[in-house]
């Protein structure tokens, strides 16, 4: 696939919005402490591959902390150097998405003997969606497509994706927030699927999903995660006193849908 191709499908992963889709609710501290502590996180819980994860970077006086004890629902998340193709993370993985769904989750972190407290997060439930425009998923050459989805509770909005099967979970891909919070329909623009001189269709198979969220997912974390990545950066959601700041969310990918841009004979 051309170079330019594949430069379009990079998604705005950088762009500023004000958007914190939900907040987390937080326990008590330890008590006082001069550390302060930003964390940043997200989960994926991913129906179509069936898999969880979870990813957290967590700084302690603008470092990185890389001796805390960090914990989803009691799963202990391990700290490496480089995991999941990301640089100074805790992470997760659980090969189902059982017990993830419709769920409020605790999130814990704890520095030793200076600071612990835990978060609390709400995830929205599975749900299916439905391309129904084009008709047969056949796009010739350019157009919209345009989706259903039934709704997913607890979910605080829906991001669009679309993304070419060769380049599905590599931090590349478009994706569009949809129009309201309870939305349950939606159009993916024909720039997704044109090159980037925005006139000629790159031609091939596309994956299209619909992401569920709560929460404020951290968008540089999970680009690596997610079929295509999430458009925004969000508000942070976290904010405890002076001890801790930062934000976390949780996604949930649909299964997938597709549709095949062709030239037409």
């Known amino acids: 696939m051309a170079t330019s191709s594949i430069l379009k499908r990079l998604a705005g992963l950088f762009l500023l919005a004000a958007l914190a889709l939900s907040t987390g609710c937080n326990s008590r501290g330890t008590g006082p402490t001069t550390e302060s502590y930003r964390l940043s996180g997200v989960m994926v819980v991913d129906l179509d591959r069936d898999t969880t994860m979870v990813v957290v970077q967590v700084e302690r006086n603008d ?8 914990k989803i629902d009691n799963h202990s998340l391990a700290y490496s ?17 059982h017990g993830y769904l419709n769920q409020a989750l605790s999130l814990a972190i704890q520095d030793t003997d200076n600071f612990a407290d835990t978060l609390l997060f709400q995830s929205a439930d599975s749900f299916s969606i439905e391309i129904t425009d084009p008709a047969l998923r056949l796009l010739q050459p350019i157009g919209n497509v345009q989706l259903e989805w039934t709704g997913s509770a607890n ?12 380049s599905i979970y590599t931090g590349w891909g478009y994706s569009i927030l949809a129009a309201g919070a309870t939305a349950n329909a939606g159009t993916i623009p024909s720039a997704a699927f044109v090159l980037t001189d925005g006139l000629n269709p790159d031609t ?10 709560t929460g404020s997912p951290d968008s540089a974390l999970s680009a690596a995660l997610l079929p295509a990545p999430i458009p925004f950066r969000f508000n942070d959601n976290i904010a405890i006193n002076d001890e801790l700041i930062g934000n976390f969310g949780i996604v949930i990918v649909s299964k997938q849908d597709s549709v095949r841009s062709a030239v037409q004979p």
């Open 63 to 70: 470092s990185v902390l890389t001796g805390a004890s960090v």
């Open 81 to 97: 150097n480089l995991s999941l193709g990301l640089d100074s993370v805790y992470t997760f993985v659980d090969d189902t998405v």
């Open 155 to 166: 979910a605080g909005g829906y991001i669009l994706a679309a993304v070419h099967r060769d």
């Open 204 to 213: 091939g198979w596309y994956n299209i999903y619909v992401y569920a969220l």
